[in-house]
Every structure is written in structure tokens, then in C-alpha cells.
């Protein structure tokens, strides 16, 4: 059978030419991710014993990090002045979250999972101080916020902003053209939208997905009230969510943003606890 005066059998002899050369090529690659990985991961274990290795996205400038989960854990870190180093190479987890954690040549991914197993390997818990009922209203509140309250904000910056606000902060991608940053962007943007949508609340119109993630702010400041933290006189693993969260509130969004300008103008109690927790774990902020 002949097509255009080309065999058959030489189109199949070239398309196997095509196919092995595409698979050596992709075999180098996933050599040169592995070899890199060997070598990170050698840096990591020369961190010492029960040093924690916190794998996270580089520092933007400004604020510590773009995400408030980041945030969330290193503030625990350095609450029960648990050692550790930060990695910023290899910020995404097997999971393909952020951040994650190396101790001991254990990976641990998910900032909640992280906090867990530290809590559990090396008796530092930051809610011991807690009767049972207010661990469970405490962590009722953390998950409203880290689940609930997370799609307003990421769809607010990622889809409603179009991730423009982040021109104010160093890349996250990296020196790449800004025809390919745009690019980038928009694929963000509807991936984010995707998994809103997945998770429920991007189903709702930006009207009522505002308003229900108003109404978990004002929640929170609800129950924090005239207290120095969310469940006393002493900061507890709540404290640390509600932190990275009002960060990105404050200084991760537009001015125009409703859920900053809600914050700014009605809920200043939120704001003194977000100075507070500053001023008790991170004394070089202006380093960032």
C-alpha cells in the first residue's frame, strides 16, 4: 500500500523513530528530576536530627508567603521553637501541595498533617492548654476558614483579579517573558475556578460567594472579641490559621478586594490580632 509515494512501512518505521526518540528524551528528563531530587534531598538530610526542613514557595516580598498555609505552619514552627530550615527549590509535595515537611528523611505533606505529626513525634502541641470542648470549637473554626473561606479569597485573587495584584510582589514563576506570565496566569485562574467549582462554592454567583465568606469573617471576629487570641490569653493552632489568612486579607489583596475592605473597616479586632501574632513570632518581618 502506498500513500503519496510513501510506504506504509515506512511510515511506521518512522513514527517508531518518533516514538523512541520522544521516549529517550522524556527517559532524560525524569533522570535529571531524579538526580536533582537525590541531590536536594542529601542537602536536606544534612539539616540534622529532628530539624525540620519546610518546603515551601520562595519568599515574595512584603509578607512571607502568597499562600496562608505556608504561613499557617511556619508561625507554629517558630511558636514551639521547633528548629528548622527553610527549602525553597522544591516548594510542591508528591501531593502537589504546598508546603510540606522533611524531618529525619520522613516527608510529611499538607500543613494540617504536618502540625499533627510534629505534635505527635515531638510533644510539641500547641493546643494543650485546651479543654475539649474548646479544641473542638477550634477546630470548627479552622476548618471554616481553611475550607470554606480559602475558595473566596483564592477565587477572588486568581479569577475575579485575574492575579493582577501580584504584579506588587515578587514572581512566583520565575524570570519568564510577560506574554508568558499573562499565559500562566489564565491557566491558573481556571484551574482555581475548577477546583471551586468541584469543591461547591464556585458554583454560587461572586455576589453570594462574597457574602457567605464575609459572613466567616465576621464569624471570627465574633469569637474573638476583646480576647488577645482566638480561645484566650494564649495563642493555640487557630490562631496560627486565622494569622496566615488576615495576612493575605491585608497584604496579599486589592484594595478593592470586599473581604480587605471589610476587614479594614468594620473588623479592626482581626487586625490587632494579626499585629500581635506578628509582633510574638515574627520579629524579622521587615527581612522578609
Same mark, same amino acid.
Given at each position: ?25 522524556? &527517559? ?76 529525619? &528523611? ?16 515531638? &510533644? ?80 454560587h454567583s461572586r455576589l453570594e460567594m462574597e457574602q457567605m465568606c464575609c459572613k466567616d469573617l465576621v464569624a471570627v471576629s465574633t469569637l474573638l472579641g476583646t480576647k488577645p487570641y482566638m480561645m484566650g490569653e494564649k495563642p493555640s493552632l487557630v490562631d496560627c490559621t486565622v494569622f496566615g489568612f488576615v495576612c493575605q486579607v491585608l497584604h496579599g489583596m486589592p484594595p478593592t478586594c470586599v473581604y480587605r475592605q ?27
Amino acid at each position: 500500500m502506498k500513500l503519496s509515494n510513501v510506504s506504509l512501512t515506512d511510515l511506521l518505521l518512522g513514527g517508531g523513530v518518533v516514538v523512541g526518540v520522544s521516549g529517550l528524551i522524556l &527517559g532524560v528528563v525524569r533522570y535529571k528530576a531524579w538526580k536533582r531530587k537525590c541531590q536536594l534531598r542529601k542537602k536536606w538530610e544534612e539539616a540534622g536530627e529532628n530539624v525540620v526542613v519546610l518546603h515551601q514557595l520562595p519568599r515574595p516580598g512584603k509578607i512571607p508567603n502568597l499562600s496562608p498555609f505556608p504561613i499557617k505552619l511556619e508561625t507554629f514552627l517558630r511558636a514551639m521553637n521547633i528548629e528548622y530550615v527553610n527549602d525553597f527549590e522544591e516548594p510542591m509535595s508528591d501531593k502537589q501541595k504546598t508546603p510540606w515537611i522533611t524531618i529525619n &528523611g520522613e516527608d510529611v505533606a499538607d500543613s494540617q498533617l504536618v502540625v499533627e505529626f510534629l505534635t505527635d513525634k515531638l &510533644g510539641k502541641d500547641m493546643d494543650s492548654h485546651l479543654t475539649e470542648e474548646e479544641e473542638a470549637s477550634a477546630r470548627a473554626m479552622r476548618i471554616m476558614i481553611e475550607e470554606h473561606l480559602y475558595w473566596g479569597v483564592a477565587v477572588h485573587r486568581w479569577v475575579h483579579d485575574g492575579g493582577e495584584f501580584l504584579e506588587n510582589f515578587n514572581s512566583i514563576f520565575g524570570p519568564v517573558p510577560a506574554f508568558i506570565q499573562k499565559r500562566i496566569l489564565k491557566q491558573v485562574g481556571q484551574m482555581v475556578n475548577g477546583q471551586a467549582r468541584s469543591a461547591g462554592l464556585g458554583r454560587h454567583s461572586r455576589l453570594e460567594m462574597e457574602q457567605m465568606c464575609c459572613k466567616d469573617l465576621v464569624a471570627v471576629s465574633t469569637l474573638l472579641g476583646t480576647k488577645p487570641y482566638m480561645m484566650g490569653e494564649k495563642p493555640s493552632l487557630v490562631d496560627c490559621t486565622v494569622f496566615g489568612f488576615v495576612c493575605q486579607v491585608l497584604h496579599g489583596m486589592p484594595p478593592t478586594c470586599v473581604y480587605r475592605q471589610l476587614v479594614e473597616k468594620e473588623l479592626k479586632n482581626l487586625i490587632n490580632h494579626f499585629e500581635r501574632m506578628k509582633g510574638a513570632f515574627w520579629v524579622d518581618w521587615e527581612n522578609l
